[in-house]
Structure formats: C-alpha cells, structure tokens
C-alpha cells in the first residue's frame, strides 16, 4: 500500500511539474504570436493609410489617425480598417497550411507557435469585428460604411463573425492535440490538466501581461479583443473534452522549460514597449 502511494505521489509530481512547464511554455508562445500577429495587423493598417496620405501615430495598442471623421470617403475607410484583417486572414491560412504539411509531424513548440498564430489571426479577423461593434470602433466601420444600412446590420454581420469564430475554434481542436509532444500530458486522463495548461493559463496570464505591456494607452476596444479569443477558446475547450484522441509523435521531445523561448519573448517584449511607448509617426 505504502509502494502504491509512494508512486502516485511521484506520479502527482512530475504531471503537475510537466503542466507547469507546458503553461509557461504556452504562455510564451501566446504572447509572442499575439506580438507577430498585432504587429501584422497594424503595420498593414498604417501602410495602406500612408499610401492614401493619411497620417497617424503608431502607438501602444492603438493606432491614433490624425484625420477628422468628416475628411473619411468610403474608400478610405474599406482600404484602411479592412486592410488588417484581410491580411491577417492570409496569415492564419498559411499558418494553418504549414502547420497542416509539415510542423505538426515534427519535434518541438513551432508547430504550437503556429497554431497560436492561427488562433490570433482569426481572431484580428473574425473576432475583432464582433469585439469593435460593441465599441462601434475598429473594423466596425467596415460594415458600417460598406452597407449604410444602419447599425442592425453592422450588429448581424458581428454575431455572423462571431459564431463562425466559435465554428472554427470547435473545429481547431484537433489541431491543438496534435500541437503537443508530451506523451503524458496527451493521455485522456490529463486532458483537463492539458487544457488548463496550455488553454486558460496561456490566455489569462498573456492578456493580463498585454494590458501590463500597453498600459496607459489600452484601449476598450483591444481588452474586448482579448475578450473575444474566448469565442475560439470555448468550443475548443470543449471539443477536446470529448475527443478521445491521445497519440503524439513517434519521438516527442522532451517537456522542459524553453529557456531560450522565453528570453526571446522578454525581449521582443521590451522592444515593443520601448519602440512605441513614444509614439511612432506615419504618412
């Protein structure tokens, strides 16, 4: 009895201790795709707003136009707030394909990388416009000046967005399974461990680090964002509850702590908030 116990305790360990690992780790990762990801979007957004002369400052969470509401034409508008999601778009879709063919067959925490990038990208595509509405900000105008149908619409096409973001985060569940090589953690018996882990650790401790890393200038808008990852996290949450998959790679490496990993999140971290505590002019 005394040998049983002793093993299951030791057995209690080395899961716990894997799962702290597999949190930081996810953390990381989550926090370095949102950057790639944020940085995408907006640096797509400025772009297009330079080429069309209009002017504005890069800031931290935001991009600040100096433009007054009545200087907008339509065009405009579609080009400049449509610009970062449909990039974003194309960026998800080649995460997802080079997830698809080549990392998930792989050792190590790309093919995890990737898979948050994924889920970031729909999330600047799909979610933002359901998180922007509530806000009547952001990509909210896209709609809103496309249709000029009044704000129903706009709130129709945002619950549309919004339930094919909780399709797609159903969907992605399978994805996550094969994202991991801890064969102890991909056991059935620690799926909710798994979850908690590398799921709701990742995106409690990452957003509340962003709003740290952007704080005083966040906006509603981008907490609402954060907000609506949860629209992918849900239903993913729950379709891996109910999938029984369990398997991993022929030869998964290690978990251990990704020590290069995280001083490389650490400094584009620092980067990011020094680059832009002041401001970065465009047009």
Not at 61 to 82: H, I, K, N, P, T
Not at 119 to 140: E, R, V, Y
Not at 157 to 178: D, R, S
Not at 250 to 265: C, D, H, W
């Amino acid at each position: 009895m005394e040998s049983n116990s002793t093993r299951a305790s030791l057995l209690f360990s080395s899961e716990s201790g894997k799962a702290s690992v597999v949190a930081v780790n996810a953390t990381a990762l989550y926090l370095l795709a949102y950057l790639l990801v944020q940085a995408v979007f907006q640096v797509s957004t400025l772009s297009v707003a330079a080429q069309l002369g209009i002017r504005g400052t890069w800031q931290l969470g935001r991009l600040q136009f100096r433009m007054a509401d009545s200087e907008w034409w339509q065009a405009a508008v579609l080009a400049v707030y449509g610009a970062g999601p449909v990039v974003c778009l194309g960026l998800g879709i080649g995460a997802l394909w080079l997830f698809w063919k080549w990392a998930r067959l792989r050792r190590g925490l790309l093919k995890l990388f990737l898979f948050w990038v994924m889920l970031h990208a729909c999330n600047l595509s799909l979610g933002a416009l359901a998180a922007d509405t509530l806000t009547q900000t952001g990509t909210w105008y896209v709609p809103s000046w496309l249709f000029r149908a009044g704000n129903a619409l706009n709130v129709v096409v945002a619950l549309l967005a919004a339930m094919l973001q909780m399709v797609l985060g159903y969907l992605a569940a399978m994805l996550f399974l094969q994202s991991h090589d801890s064969i102890t953690m991909m056991q059935y018996h620690n799926r909710r461990q798994l979850l908690v882990s590398a799921v709701l650790v990742p995106w409690l401790a990452g957003s509340a680090l962003l709003l740290l890393l952007h704080w005083p200038t966040q906006t509603l808008t981008e907490q609402l964002r954060y907000v609506a990852m949860l629209l992918l996290l849900g239903p993913l949450y729950m379709a891996c509850i109910n999938e029984s998959f369990e398997h991993t790679i022929e030869s998964p490496s290690r978990t251990r702590l990704a020590t290069g990993l995280l001083l490389l999140v650490g400094g584009a971290l620092l980067v990011w908030r020094l680059g832009l505590a002041g401001g970065v002019s465009f047009g």
